[in-house]
């Protein structure tokens, strides 16, 4: 039911669950009526397990019986006749959606039908056993009804919960990239939440609990800025770490799961000083960010980070409504999120709907037991997460967005030219790149860096270059690597072997791609 | 005489300017009475030439007539015999301490000795050449009549300008190091400043030019606060880039040139607020530090830092009188100096006299032609440093103290104790110090971090660490590397090669040593 909730307005909503009660209510009368009880010792718990003395149909046979003369469904492994059942369907016609087919997305949807009785019912029109080869698993199928419309130019890592990437091409076309091609990276449905409706709660713990209540016009009452941020998932370029060493855990991101956005918004920092934060006494203490998405278990996407860190006037951290200028698109937060600039894209939880600053950080599994960091040495078996620094700052990087690995490139005036992209968090503008052509021996710096104004210590937005590397005659292939300097003069580790980890995170090696000559 | 003026107390520095001027005068007109005139066609540009037709003498010759009876010094390559000029000397006795030596460091130390009509003075008394080997340049000695008394426990590097780290056992033996094992880094000889007298000029260039002056006791009416800081040269490390790629220009600083220290002072920029500075209109300004050391040419040691970090109050940047509760010592600024944390020591002027908000950075050459950084192919014919970024925060960077390159060590219970520090610029902090024994195939996590408790972002001590690293029995020697990871998740490169650049300066590749074990 929870679920649910997020796909409808709210009138709909009402309608919607009163008319699920009665129809719950009317089965149950109907139940009693065919005199299927439940007895413990003929418990049918779920329906659908496969019955070895029925005859086996296939979807194509049963998608033959879609109506009311003949109509078939099937839930899991079973196959059903529920012709007669038809006219008393307490949902009425609705049911005539599922002719021929399964009926699991529709119950994943009404999942008042999932109790023992109606599982009881249903089996009670059991005819036959679906073909193995036809049985899907729908069991999430009621989560993702609703997912926005995607660019299909994005490159789908996975598509429940939606991940994707902006291809390389996009990255280096646009400064700000568009907000349709904006990579996407979700850990559950989108929520659908309603900008009038919607409700920021701020809860401060201290040695009394002080909550206040902001609906977005509130926030409006804050000085609003706008703040150039790229936002990167720890995981992006994953991929290289996994090819190149061993096996990580995660999606496998190439260099794509990075993009750049103005975002518009009011600073955390004011909200929580207005909500009774006092600057003078964070040590220690962390906001916790909640999100309207929810797990299958029920629980909403949650993450913290350092009340100092949101509470330090150049961090810039903003609840953002706005990206490049429009209302959030709802695969990034529509109609509230945060942003917290330099930070692994993680702690930017989206559809805000609470902030609790605690002296604890987030309990949540994606706080507790992912985004920290381990040596390579350390195995699922020996990493202490409650011990593992949880990340909230990126390392730099780069990535040569063009030429692609394996293409095959025109040599102009002896040499080639590359393009790319390169950030580091916690600040740092990127000051230089380099790249070469022949395994280190010789570095050649990119004469073009494109990246915002804002000062070292407080840049948060990527830096876009362009180098030309020559190349000699007798060439037929080159290697080329890339790395970058931040302000910081931190570099990117050459290989990936020593930064490896379980979970694939921080993987900023030299990136690195074969391409063939033609002079 | 600028430089005359540091080693004197105040009263005793205005007898002595006057006596200056009367002893010039007296010369002058001394010199005409002799009638030796500046003729532009029998120039004397300087004494001591070496002139082929008169005799050679030794010094051990020349040190033989150092009384009034018989009177000589040399000076260069010329030998004089001055008996007759005794009684005229305008200094009266003092030219007596000169008796059958050079004159050159006393004429260093009173500079109005040098001018033509003194040369032409000097030569009219010439009576032959000293011996070749007997030639000492004296043309720096006056600068540093006057230096500290340095703790013997130093490692000297230069002693004219005195440059010295602390050994490796001393870091790890304090968290906070002792003033006097505090390394040294000095580009000049260590001005003499009266903290009474002392004057900082703070000068605000805007639409109008706004000048402050502040004693000592002035600054103290900021409120007064304290920072750990480890202060860091660029250089530091360096000996180590210079052996494993090759040779590289500076000092040959190898892991002592850090140390760790609590600054007391005041907020630059509360100081900058009093003196006019508007904190909105800071971009693409600066903040130039002059020192009251000056170089052979007269010229004061200068370097600035973006009036953006002066202003960021997370940047902690301290007009510093106190060192570990003390006054500051001369060799650290004494009285006053900034202390820039997590940039490069440079940035930490000593003996800080002026302080200039400007549209410029400052033109000195240690700012302009120094502390900037290059990618490995860059010479000293191609590296263009007015293009390039200077440095202003320090990457992450570790060194082993205990057990030293070479060591033999015992090992206990199957591993290995090393200990050592790690630090990051830019106010990062240290989260994990890995070591491996067997190049990088395992890395043993560092199990103590001593650190200050200050949050990432805004840490700018040193952390000391301790691993215990377990070594095979078979095993009679082994490559110990270590390597830091900071709160934005930057490691160390591998190796050096790909960082080397002409300076040798920020030198952060793993730190390899060798040790023998005894099992």
Redesign the interface.
């Known amino acids: 039911m929870r679920v649910k909730v997020f796909y409808l307005e709210p009138k709909e909503r009402f309608l919607q669950q009163l008319s699920s009660v009665l129809c719950l209510l009317e089965l149950l009368l109907m139940i009693k009526d065919k005199n299927v009880k439940s007895q413990s010792n003929d418990v049918v718990i779920e329906a659908g397990e496969k019955l070895p003395d029925l005859p086996t149909y296939t979807a194509e046979e049963v998608s033959k019986h879609g109506d009311k003369n003949s109509f078939w469904v099937t839930y899991k492994h079973g196959v059903y006749d529920v012709t007669k059942f038809l006219p008393s369907h307490p949902g009425g016609e609705q049911i005539m959606n599922a002719g021929g087919l399964s009926i699991e997305p529709f119950w994943n949807v009404y999942g008042m039908h999932k109790t023992p009785e109606i599982y009881k019912l249903l089996e009670s029109y059991r005819i036959g056993n679906l073909h193995d080869d036809d049985v899907i698993d729908h069991s999430d199928d009621e989560l993702w009804v609703k997912e926005p419309v995607r660019d299909n130019r994005l490159i789908v890592k996975t598509a429940k919960p939606f991940n994707a990437e902006i291809p390389a091409k996009y990255q280096i076309e646009f400064f700000d990239t568009p907000n349709e091609l904006f990579y996407v990276r979700q850990h559950m449905p989108v929520p659908e939440l309603d900008a009038d409706d919607h409700r920021l709660k701020v809860t401060v713990k201290g040695s009394k609990i002080r909550t206040e209540e902001f609906s977005l016009r509130d926030l409006d009452k804050f000085r609003r800025v706008t703040t150039r941020a790229a936002l990167m998932c720890a995981g992006n370029r994953r991929s290289e770490m996994n090819e190149q060493v061993k096996p990580v855990k995660g999606i496998g991101w190439m260099g794509g799961a990075i993009s750049n956005a103005v975002w518009g918004g009011v600073y955390l920092r004011d909200v929580l000083l207005y909500s009774g934060v006092d600057p003078e006494d964070?040590?220690g203490k962390h906001v916790i960010f909640t999100g309207a998405d929810i797990d299958a278990t029920g629980v909403n996407f949650s993450t913290s980070i350092?009340l100092?860190?949101a509470m330090?006037?150049?961090?810039g951290i903003l609840l953002a409504t706005t990206m490049n200028g429009h209302p959030l698109p709802p695969d990034h937060g529509r109609p509230l999120r945060a942003v917290v600039p330099g930070a692994p894209a993680v702690r930017s939880v989206k559809w805000l709907q609470s902030i609790t600053v605690s002296e604890d950080e987030s309990p949540s599994h994606w706080h507790q037991k992912d985004y920290r960091?381990f040596?390579?040495?350390?195995t699922w078996e020996t990493a202490d997460f409650a011990t593992a620094?949880p990340?909230?700052?990126?390392?730099?990087t780069s990535a040569i967005c063009d030429p692609a690995d394996g293409d095959v490139v025109s040599v102009k005036n002896g040499a080639v030219q590359v393009r790319g992209y390169a950030y580091?968090?916690?600040?740092?503008k990127i000051?230089?790149v380099?790249v070469s052509a022949d395994g280190?021996r010789?570095?050649?710096?990119a004469r073009e860096l494109q990246a915002d104004?804002a000062?070292?210590?407080?840049h948060y937005g990527w830096t876009l270059w362009t180098a030309s590397v020559p190349v000699a005659t007798q060439q037929k292939e080159v290697e080329l690597w890339a790395?970058a300097?931040d302000?910081?003069?931190?570099?990117?580790?050459?290989?990936f072997?020593?930064?490896w980890n379980i979970r694939g995170i921080?993987s900023n090696a030299y990136h690195r791609i074969k391409i063939k000559l033609v002079h």
Chains 1, 2 share one sequence.
């Open positions: 964070t040590k350092p100092d860190m330090n006037p150049s961090s960091a040596n390579p040495s350390k620094p990340v909230y700052s990126l390392p730099v580091s968090g916690g600040g740092a000051v230089r380099d280190g010789s570095w050649w710096e104004a000062p070292p210590q407080q790395k300097t302000s910081n003069f931190n570099t990117q580790p050459e290989r072997n020593d930064i921080l």
